[in-house]
């Protein structure tokens, strides 16, 4: 079946340190989510990208989506202790109506 | 106060009982989904339904079953087919199907001894 991998499973930082997760697919995306669940919570959504190569920024948080639309990553500049949780992206592909989760990042920040 | 309801937070049951997992929403949202998260993955789907009285199969389906009679309302059975139903269940709703942000329910903790 479809698939969507994510990298690393588990990653921690100093604070002030940054952190990046990545997402690939072996086929072309439609569209990529991504989404953060702090420990004992519910994912919550934070941003969606649909077109090849686009950049989006949130604060400290930078989305993209690749020229190729196979791969996505989440940049976090200085991380803080706030940024803690685990971070997943959801694809979707042009065939079919669900979005497929990857198995998401674990992000520690050190204080 | 509008949202996703899930109840209750934390259910036990023995093995070879049905149980119904309940999801509400009041945000007029069109399609509702169910997940279930395992430690160290990511959230598989179960079922989706985009309209009302219709509903399909996501990824793992098998020994669960959903209604969606009402919009505002998506309940999930775990019946006694499903091999392993211990897991944490997430209800989502999107204002409709296919492409739109999901907004994610508290969850629902099942013990299955």
């Known amino acids: 079946g479809q698939q969507v991998m994510q990298i690393p499973q588990y990653q921690h930082v100093q604070e002030g340190e940054d952190f990046t997760t990545y997402c690939n697919s072996s086929?072309?995306?439609?569209?990529i989510q991504w989404y953060k669940q702090r420990p004992g919570g519910h994912p919550v959504f934070l941003i969606q990208?649909?077109?090849?190569?686009e950049v989006k920024k949130q604060k400290r948080l930078t989305f993209q989506f690749g020229e190729a639309k196979k791969n996505s990553s989440l940049h976090i500049t200085a991380t803080q202790t706030t940024d803690v949780g685990t971070y997943f992206c959801?694809?979707?592909?042009?065939?079919?109506?669900?979005?497929?989760f990857g198995t998401g990042t674990s992000l520690t920040v050190i204080p | 106060d509008g949202g996703i309801t899930q109840s209750p937070k934390y259910l036990f049951r023995k093995e070879g009982q049905n149980v119904t997992l309940s999801c509400e929403q009041n945000?007029?949202?069109?399609?509702m989904y169910w997940y279930r998260q395992d430690p160290g993955q990511g959230l598989r789907l179960i079922y989706y339904?985009?309209?009302?009285?219709?509903?399909q199969k996501g990824d793992i389906a098998e020994g669960y079953s959903v209604s969606r009679e009402k919009k505002e309302s998506f309940p999930l059975t775990v019946t006694s087919a499903q091999k392993n139903p211990t897991a944490f269940y997430l209800c989502?709703?999107?204002?409709?199907?296919?492409?739109?942000?999901?907004?994610f329910g508290p969850g629902t903790r099942l013990t299955v001894t």
């Open positions: 989502a709703s999107s204002i409709r199907g296919s492409g739109y942000e999901q907004y």
């Open positions: 086929t072309t995306l439609s569209n």
């Open positions: 990208l649909v077109k090849s190569g």
């Open positions: 959801a694809g979707k592909w042009n065939t079919g109506n669900q979005f497929y």
């Open positions: 945000l007029n949202h069109d399609a």
């Open positions: 339904s985009q309209i009302v009285n219709d509903f």
